[in-house]
T-cell receptor, first 111, second 111 residues
Framework: LAKTTQPISMDSYEGQEVNITCSHNNIATNDYITWYQQFPSQGPRFIIQGYKTKVTNEVASLFIPADRKSSTLSLPRVSLSDTAVYYCLVGVTAAGNKLTFGGGTRVLVKP | EAQVTQNPRYLITVTGKKLTVTCSQNMNHEYMSWYRQDPGLGLRQIYYSMNVEVTDKGDVPEGYKVSRKEKRNFPLILESPSPNQTSLYFC??????????FGDGTRLSIL
């Protein structure tokens, strides 16, 4: 699993767009980029996964540049309920593999 | 409803008294995994399994055992619990090359 670096924390306000960038310089050809969201005392929840360019779903967008050495999770128009820790994982992230979650990015959305 | 179910959700016990945390998934997933989460240390993988009778160590396997006799179940066994195993535990499952589904967690306190 590729090593990832992401900011420790970010603050935002309701209605703003939040962008979290994850660096993964040693990403391998077959690696996917996966983001999870975790609320306190709950299990992580899958948000989005991508391989290249842009992926969008009802919750977020994931932007991946051509060199794939970084990726940006974009949360449009955040609300207070988006306050959580967001984890970026790079590699084969199914449960049957040895995996390491980094420290994640703690996002605080203020009123 | 697709889910990963852990039991118990909360347990307070004493040092040395064997305990088992059960994990069951109803999605016919091949892969399952156990994690522990401690303040400041993020999610750390304990054991993972790629299929029935196939298990392997994660980053922090010491003091734990697992078994995978059936596809749907992946119990975590603490033969002789110690206070340093006080933690929040999560079970997860996934299909091959798919994102993980996490349970709601089990909070263990070992006195």
């Amino acid at each position: 699993l590729a090593k990832t670096t992401q900011p420790i924390s970010m603050d935002s306000y309701e209605g703003q767009e939040v962008n979290i960038t994850c660096s993964h310089n040693n990403i391998a050809t077959n690696d996917y980029i996966t983001w999870y969201q975790q609320f306190p005392s709950q299990g992580p929840r899958f948000i989005i996964q991508g391989y290249k360019t842009k992926v969008t779903n009802e919750v977020a967008s994931l932007f991946i540049p051509a060199d794939r050495k970084s990726s940006t999770l974009s949360l449009p128009r955040v609300s207070l309920s988006d306050t959580a820790v967001y984890y970026c994982l790079v590699g084969v992230t199914a449960a049957g593999n040895k995996l390491t979650f980094g420290g994640g990015t703690r996002v605080l959305v203020k009123p | 409803e697709a889910q990963v179910t852990q039991n118990p959700r909360y347990l307070i016990t004493v040092t040395g008294k064997k305990l088992t945390v059960t994990c069951s998934q109803n999605m016919n997933h091949e892969y399952m995994s156990w994690y522990r989460q401690d303040p400041g240390l993020g999610l750390r993988q304990i054991y993972y399994s790629m299929n029935v009778e196939v298990t392997d160590k994660g980053d922090v396997p010491e003091g734990y055992k697992v078994s995978r006799k059936e596809k749907r179940n992946f119990p975590l066994i603490l033969e002789s619990p110690s206070p340093n195993q006080t933690s929040l535990y999560f079970c997860a499952s996934s299909s091959v090359n798919q994102p993980q589904h996490f349970g709601d967690g089990t909070r263990l306190s070992i006195l």
